[in-house]
């Protein structure tokens, strides 16, 4: 069996990061699979006009190596239009951008093999090492294993019967582009889910839809709120926050997160602006737009008849009402892959809390009641906090995983990146 200093689980861009940082460094040997025939980052929403929420500078590499050659601007460069970039003067690039920046950077790194499956993972004691049992070749072994095995669509149990159904147009917006035509031409489509999504969906729909009578927007929270983008508020995407964060009670921890919502789930100012200005613009002329957007609702149960009648409750009023529509798009965001199945073969060695999630420790390690490292990429958010799925943050913990495999700092990672001081310091006085 090949042997590997690390083997990856999931080509995502997180791991996508770790082999690029990973690259320079002759002195480890890496593989990653991932089952899927390229790199793709959420082809489904590719919209015309929807840019990253984060700055270019969110690369795969640059806030931990600028130098590396698998950069944002080499890649521009790489492509031409490394001036363009320059005179277009954007700091958010355009998401389908980044999309190829990632089928670019995943060409040019030996280390990533599609068209594989990770199917099984066991430790082998006599070679100190993970058995990676992966489709279609022979099983591997690795001192160290990072998964990346990503998110997947989350549905809401009442509206996983109509998703499911091939009878009805009913969706998650994972898949929106692939029924974009559908949508469009649809008698009225009701948008479920209060995120950048719903509103990027919301958005598109009202503007290729020549009458907007019967498009309706949900959402469970209390307001179509925006994302918090102020300098001070972004510092709990640093390492400081997620330091911080993980050193709080598992108690505290699982009370603090839903009450983030505004970190993770809100919406970029410029979108909430735009879908005003297109309403403001249906109403020249007199009259209210047919739009209607509704926050503080959420779906309670989905049947399918004449039509699609979902039965809704106002959280705050506690009031309910049946709405009929043609169609529905699910913007419910995203929950982490299951690792279940992936690591069955480590048995009861997996440690886990109270309530089945991986025990993680500060430096992304799962815990283990074997001597291998177990890291894990964006599977850590109840341990780590709301900076795990973020783009920023995951060069940085690429080389940090990177550095406890070599055992030295071979990035060097800054003891501190926010002015804001999270916790009290008990050894000092204030």
């Known amino acids: ?100 920046y990632g089928r670019w950077a995943a060409s040019r790194l030996p280390s990533c093999r599609f068209g594989h499956e990770v199917t099984g993972l066991r430790w082998i004691d006599r070679e100190e090492a993970f058995e990676l049992t992966v489709d279609g070749v022979e099983p591997v072994l690795a001192t160290a294993v990072v998964l990346g095995v990503g998110t997947q669509p989350n549905v809401p149990e009442p509206l996983r019967p109509l998703v499911s159904a091939s009878d009805v147009l009913a969706l998650h917006s994972a898949d929106y582009l692939t029924h974009r035509p559908e949508l469009i031409a649809a008698d009225s489509v009701t948008v479920v889910g209060s995120g950048q999504s719903g509103a990027e969906v919301f958005l598109d729909l009202l503007r290729a839809r020549s009458a907007v009578d019967g498009l309706r927007w949900l959402a469970r929270t209390p307001a179509f709120a925006p994302m918090e983008y102020s300098k001070l508020g972004l510092e709990q995407f640093t390492p400081d926050y997620t330091a911080y964060f993980h050193g709080l009670s598992e108690a505290v921890r699982d009370k ?43 779906v309670v149960s989905a049947t399918v008849g004449d039509g699609i009648e979902l039965g809704l409750r106002h959280v705050q009023q506690g009031t309910t009402a049946p709405h009929r529509t043609t169609a529905v798009v699910a913007a419910t965001g ?67 995983i990177l550095n406890a495999v070599c055992g030295k700092p071979v990035y060097d990672l800054p003891g501190r990146t926010a002015f804001t001081t999270f916790g009290l310091d008990q050894t000092e006085d204030l």
């Open 334 to 400: 995203y929950a982490e892959t299951p690792t279940g199945p992936l690591l069955r073969g480590l048995g009861e060695a997996v440690r886990r809390d109270a309530r089945g999630r991986l025990v993680i420790g500060a430096g992304y390690r799962v815990e283990l009641d074997v001597p291998g490292p177990l890291f894990v990429q964006n599977a850590e958010r109840h341990t780590h906090g709301p900076g795990a799925p973020d783009l920023g943050l995951g060069a940085w913990r690429a080389a940090a």
């Open 256 to 298: 603090l997160l839903p009450a983030q919502w505004q970190l993770y789930q809100g919406i970029d100012a410029e979108t909430m602006a735009e879908i005003h200005d297109e309403l403001y613009r249906r109403s020249i002329g007199g009259g209210w737009p047919g739009a209607a957007l509704t926050p503080g609702v959420e």
């Open 1 to 100: 069996m090949r042997r590997y200093d690390v083997a990856g689980v999931g080509i995502g861009p997180f791991n996508l990061s770790l082999a690029a940082l990973a690259d320079p460094l002759d002195q480890l040997e890496v593989v990653l699979f991932d089952a899927r025939p390229e790199f793709r980052w959420h082809p489904g929403l590719l919209l015309d006009g929807a840019t990253l929420q984060v700055p270019f500078l969110a690369d795969l590499v640059t806030l931990v190596d600028p130098t590396n050659r698998h950069s944002f601007l080499n890649y521009l460069r790489e492509r031409g239009r490394l001036l363009p970039f320059y005179f277009a003067e954007r700091f958010h690039p355009p998401r389908a951008e980044y999309d190829d």
